[in-house]
């Protein structure tokens, strides 16, 4: 058995019911450390018997093997990923999947890139060499891919200019270079948020992405929409996010007020309606995708609420009227009109909800104008493209 204080390189598996394919991975993986002093550290989220079946295969392979089973498990796969890092014995942590799409015997190369002393993060790419989908299930999801990839790179063209595949979850970086990082891992795209948030020496190595050798793939719609928030939220920020579900609540507040109004309910009944239904959706929206990270520190959720749809309703009370006028004395179609009066009070909105609704519940020292400015700018705006 190798001594913990000689580890060179940490490997880092998350793992979600990965029980077929952790005993071929642990045997490949072991295969290709030949001469590096190597752990591999599991980050285990499952339900099923993964974690016995790692515990199994650790006994027939001299790379030391760790297990961290999180009862508990917050952050999804880029969560997943940072504890493991956190509880690494190297500074140098490779992250890979456990369902053997990507090859362990892809490890050395990695490694030895990284060796040269040169970069900070040493990415496996699927398209350093073109197009590499062979590992992809099917069209749609090579197309999926080939989109989303294309869609990040052009809203972060700087940060992205030397890396051909920002969204793989295939990589190897020097933990150091995280040190005081503002990462908020919320989804699956962990080297996405350590791209736009670092500015790192990048290096690529190509690699062949394989076929799924057990078990389902974890892509679903819900990933694929976690994926946009998450690109939203690192472009631009809260306030984009924020942007984005108050849009989703004016696409359903303009389509219940037109769906009302054909049945021919009164404009100003339909609004109201439509205003309501709109306020407790887009806070649900709120707590879940925008402010999730402040709600340890604010009032208690029903507190929350009640502040939100206070607000909001007495916004609509002026808004509603401003809405009467411009329909009834300036001739604007009531469609129309709603949809400016609810554009204007956005920022309000975003204001109100950043510093009274998500406030902390013990204010810091500083004056309430500097905090007013200063929690403004950090939730309006992101770190992300320089």
Not at 36 to 47: C, K, L, M, Y
Not at 249 to 267: E, F, H
Not at 329 to 342: E, G, K, M, N, Y
């Amino acid at each position: 058995m190798r001594r913990w204080d000689a580890v060179q390189l940490s490997i880092i598996v998350p793992t979600f019911n990965e029980a077929p394919n952790v005993a071929e991975l642990i045997r490949r993986a072991s295969e290709a450390l030949e001469g590096i002093d190597a752990e591999i550290v599991f980050v285990d989220d499952s339900t099923d018997a993964t974690p016995d079946a790692i515990r199994d295969a650790a006994a027939s392979t001299d790379v030391p093997v760790r297990i961290i089973h999180r009862d508990r498990p917050t952050g999804g796969l880029g969560g997943a990923v940072m504890a493991g890092i956190a509880a690494a014995q190297a500074d140098a942590c490779l992250v890979m999947d456990g369902d053997l799409q990507h090859p362990p015997e892809t490890i050395p190369d990695l490694f030895d890139r990284f060796e040269q002393g040169d970069v900070d993060l040493v990415i496996a790419s699927r398209y350093a060499g073109g197009w590499a989908t062979g590992g992809l299930a099917d069209k749609r999801r090579i197309l999926v891919s080939k989109l989303s990839t294309m869609l990040t790179r052009a809203m972060f063209p700087i940060r992205l200019s030397n890396v051909s595949d920002p969204m793989t979850g295939f990589f190897l970086i020097d933990r150091g270079c995280l040190d005081g990082a503002p990462l908020k891992p919320r989804g699956f795209k962990i080297l996405l948020e350590i791209l736009a948030r670092k500015n790192l020496r990048v290096a690529e190595v190509p690699f062949d992405f394989a076929h799924r050798s057990a078990g389902d793939s974890k892509a679903t719609l819900r990933q694929g929409g976690h994926f946009i928030m998450q690109l939203t939220a690192l472009r631009f920020g809260k306030m984009s996010l924020f942007a984005v579900i108050g849009g989703l609540g004016a696409v359903v507040n303009l389509a219940i007020m037109w769906g009302l109004t054909s049945l021919g309910v009164d404009y100003i009944i339909a609004a109201i309606i439509g205003a309501e239904t709109t306020i407790i959706g887009n806070f649900l929206m709120q707590e879940r995708f925008v402010f999730h990270d402040m709600r340890g520190e604010a009032s208690t959720v029903w507190v929350r609420f009640a502040k939100s749809f206070t607000f909001n309703n007495a916004e609509a009370l002026i808004r509603i009227p401003v809405l009467a006028v411009m329909v009834e004395s300036w001739h604007f179609l009531p469609v129309i009109a709603a949809a400016i009066t609810l554009a204007v009070a956005f920022i309000v909105r975003f204001v109100f909800h950043s510093l009274v609704v998500y406030a902390p519940r013990r204010p810091g020292a500083p004056s309430r104008a500097r905090r007013i400015v200063e929690e403004i700018d950090d939730q309006a705006m992101s770190p992300g493209e320089l």
